[in-house]
Structure formats: structure tokens, C-alpha cells
């Protein structure tokens, strides 16, 4: 019964540097949380990012690979940043012969772009280097993106298209 006694007795509360030390300690945990958390987010952006930008890559590599197996003829530039596909009509697809370019300026940064008959669309952006290799039935594609500027490639994808309608010899 003692020690209740002392208890209620004492009806002060806590002292002002009790606080202030309450206070430091939850600042510090609480500095420590935002810090996870926040780094956590970026993380979470950047890797998105980066998703977005491989899955684009990824779709005009398709658009790329389609067409150029479709080409009845290819013409690659010294370059090596661009190339100009010869599409047959296709009866079995209902089209009519076109023919596609796909080009690069060169530039990091820069976008692809696809013009079909001499109207230009833009393909995917922040290209950092794309080469396209003509040999006798075949075209080999590299293709990266730089997508933090550090001048490193970020994505890179690279494929060989075998032409089925090629007229090379």
C-alpha cells in the first residue's frame, strides 16, 4: 500500500527536458521512416519506368522485325542508323506495296521513325544508338536506350530478321 500511496501522491507530470527527449526520439524515428518510405517510391517510379520503356521497345522491335520479314528487298545506309524495306503486295494480307523506312537521326536522345512512303511517324523515343546490318537474307538490329542520360545504355535489345519474300540473291 506503500508504493500506491507515493503514486497518487506525486501528481507533477513530466518535466519539460522529458518531453523535449520524447519528442527527439520520435523526430528521429519518424525521420527514419520517411527516409524508407521515400526511398522505396523511387524505386518504385524507376522501375516503372523502365518497364514502360522496355515493353515500348519491345513493341516497336515487333513492328520492326514484321516488316522487315515481310520485305521483298532491304536497303541498309552506311550509317547504319537507318534502313528502307521494299514491302510486296501481300494477297493473303489484302495490301498493296509500300514502301516502310526506319530511321534515326543519330542524336541520344532522338526518336525512331517510321515512314511509309514518305509519311513520317514517330516510333519510340529516347534512343541512344540503333543499327541496322544488311547481309545477303538477313538484317540484324540493335537497338538501345539511355533512359537516365548517364550515358550507359539502359534497355538493349537485338535481333536477326530472316527476309521470307527477299528477291536478294
Request: net charge negative; aromatic share 6%; proline share 4%.
Amino acid at each position: 500500500m506503500k508504493i500506491k500511496k507515493n503514486l497518487i501522491k506525486n501528481k507533477n507530470g513530466f518535466s519539460l527536458i522529458e518531453l523535449m527527449v520524447v519528442l527527439g526520439i520520435l523526430s528521429l524515428i519518424i525521420l527514419g521512416l520517411v527516409t524508407f518510405f521515400s526511398g522505396g517510391v523511387r524505386s518504385w517510379i524507376s522501375g516503372d519506368s523502365q518497364l514502360r520503356s522496355q515493353r515500348e521497345a519491345r513493341q516497336a522491335m515487333d513492328i520492326m522485325v514484321k516488316e522487315i520479314r515481310l520485305g521483298k528487298s532491304v536497303i541498309g545506309n552506311l550509317d547504319l542508323h537507318s534502313i528502307t524495306v521494299n514491302v510486296p503486295e501481300l494477297p493473303e494480307l489484302d495490301s498493296t506495296p509500300y514502301k516502310v523506312t526506319f530511321s534515326w537521326s543519330g542524336n541520344d536522345g532522338e526518336s525512331l521513325q517510321r515512314s511509309v512512303s514518305g509519311h513520317p511517324n514517330y516510333l519510340l523515343s529516347d534512343i541512344y544508338n540503333i543499327n541496322f546490318v544488311v547481309n545477303e537474307k538477313r538484317v540484324d538490329i540493335l537497338l538501345q536506350m539511355d533512359l537516365d542520360d548517364d550515358g550507359n545504355p539502359d534497355i538493349s535489345l537485338n535481333t536477326d530478321v530472316y527476309l521470307r519474300n527477299s528477291m536478294m540473291p
